[in-house]
């Protein structure tokens, strides 16, 4: 039970941590993988667990909805015309 117990505060907490980031500067890069524990979940955790489950729902769609958003100001940007082309030369020789 030890086991379930520190990975669902250890889920609960890293869904909380990008739930608190302010909006598109949550990194769940650095987010661990995990197993679950070989022993089965224990009945008396199924409830905690449900709401960890909730959580991570809810720090998924903030995730998604954070990486859209950070699409749409990419694209923006990249419409955005360079002040030239690096086809073009940078220099004009004028005595040439």
Same mark, same amino acid.
Request: hydrophobic share 35%; net charge neutral; glycine share 0%.
């Given at each position: 039970m030890?086991?379930?117990t520190a990975l669902l505060d250890r889920l609960e907490h890293d869904a909380e941590r990008i739930l608190a980031a302010a909006p598109g500067t949550a990194d769940a890069a650095d987010l661990a993988p995990w197993t679950p524990p070989a022993a089965p979940l224990p009945p008396a955790l199924a409830d905690r667990a449900r709401q960890v489950v909730e /959580? %991570? +729902?809810t720090a998924?769609? +903030?995730t998604r909805t954070d990486l859209d958003g /950070?699409? %749409?100001h990419l694209g923006a940007v990249s419409r955005i015309p360079g002040a030239r082309r690096p086809e073009e030369p940078a220099y004009l020789d004028v005595d040439g």
């Open positions: 030890d086991e379930w /959580l %991570q +729902r998924m769609e +903030r /950070l699409r %749409q």
